[in-house]
């Protein structure tokens, strides 16, 4: 007996030519739940699929394979079980069980795939997660946690979130285990009377019983919305534990080895030469910034002080009404960004706010997503956090440098989109700054410091040959204001000719975002 196809892997997106399609509320009741394995059979196939698994899990290792096993299902089908299973034959160096259970407090100040950034396996890793970022979509649905006008935007982060996985090279596989009305009752009352496994039944697991039908629903609903192309679900027939073990381990052995393969055969993606002018649909923004903008001493005083004072007030709004702020800085070297920052912060709490300066990924860091370092940085409710430098990185200096393939930056575009999306739509005031000098000013500055002992540190061979390269990095920032800039989190292009001009335009602009939201919660209130 053979389970190594894809048995029961639903991807409705793309049917098989020669595949029955059945109606949404169908995908559960097809399955058989009478289906089951002789004990001699089930053990026969469970050791060499757990064989298979250990030697794969070699192979992951070797090739930095990150695998991501996401098993949802109902209350006592028997995915406890199934981990202690898996995991007895795996090196317990390789692997990490993680419990969904309800947000912490401080869990609960992050947007709720927050939590889950934080748990993934680095590359060569396997990561196992009993229950996941889908409770959000059943349990919490089902207990009405979760209201329903958000759930069709929660069913959107998770695509964009498996796919950024997928698309950075990890093997997905979720799993979701059915069972029957009478066998989930039989389960619940046999855990429930044994006095070792009854602390393990909650009051949720009886709610499941008692709403049976509604669960159901929620649950074909989630699985028609998130089952795509790169992270199907394997639906598995749970009244036989044999049946679902030997099902749920083959599959397992499945996806590594297509995930392998697929990287075996993977292509570098054709070199380009580096893009030095804008195509002529694409708008020069920064041609248009008007760089004489200018502000004399006194005028400056007196502006940085009226606007520092009103951020001071601004803080204690954000704080006392749990808005998270993310203020963000990008420009050209020597553009003023620290000195920009130094202004904005000089008045705040220092106990409400972090700045996070942002260089070359380290060696951990490179072994995740590029975007794990800033989702564990994100600021909780209540708290401003600054990036000096960012994500953008991806479509700058790794896109200029070529640190990022092709294929790489240019889906970064969509990547970053969504990540902020997922800021905004979570409460997230997101002020995202670009400041702008011209090469003349730039050139200024670097033989200023040059000149000056207490600045030469921030002068660097890397300042020099960068500048060589600004026409290539003319054309990568008008592309990522333009791809980049969206309603909920636009660009603010800064003229920083004039130091003092630019200091007071962030720290205005940085007003205007917090006063803008504030009042579209008042009007939420009323």
Known sequence: ??????????TPSRPHPREKTFPPTQMLEILDLDRSLEKDTYKQELEALMQQLRSLQQACWETKLPVIIVLEGWAAA????????????????????????PPTETEAQYPFLWRFWQQLPPKGAIGI???????HVLEDRLLAQVSPERVPQIMAQINAFERQLYEDGAAIAKFHIHLSRKELKKRLKKAAKDELTAWRVRPEDWQQHKRYD???????????QTSTGVAPWTLVEG???HWARVKVLSQLVAVITE??????????????????ELLPTEPNTLAAVDLSLKLTKDDYKERLRAAQLELRRLQLHIHQQQIPVVLLFEGWDAAGKGGAIKRLTDILDPRSYKVNPYAAPTEEENRYHYLWRFWRTLPPAGKIGICD???????????????????????????????????TTSGYVVVKFWLHIDPDEQLRRFEQRDDDPFKQYKLTAE???????????????????TRTSTPTAPWVVVPGNDKYYARVFVIESVIQALCGELKRREKLRD
């Not at 997660?129 to 409770?135: D, E, I, V």
């Not at 995930?259 to 030095?276: E, V």
């Open 463 to 481: 300042d020099w040959r960068n500048r060589d390269r600004w026409p290539l990095y003319d054309v990568a920032v008008n592309q990522m204001i």
């Open 129 to 135: 997660f009993y229950h996941s970022w889908y409770t």
């Open 259 to 276: 995930a392998l393969d697929r990287r075996a055969t993977i292509q570098p993606p054709p070199t380009s030469s580096a893009q030095t």
């Open 78 to 101: 028997g995915k406890g079980a199934l981990v202690k299973k898996m995991v007895n034959y795996m090196d317990p160096r390789g692997f990490s069980v993680y419990t969904t259970l």
């Open 1 to 10: 007996m053979s389970f190594l196809l894809n048995l029961g892997a639903i």
């Open 214 to 224: 509604e669960y159901v629903q929620l649950t074909e609903e989630m699985l028609v």
């Open 389 to 423: 430098r960012s994500w953008y990185g991806r479509v700058l200096v790794e896109r200029v440098e070529g640190f990022a393939n092709d294929i790489e930056w240019r889906r970064a575009y969509r990547e970053i989109n969504e990540f902020e999306a997922q800021l």
């Open 239 to 241: 009244n036989c534990e």
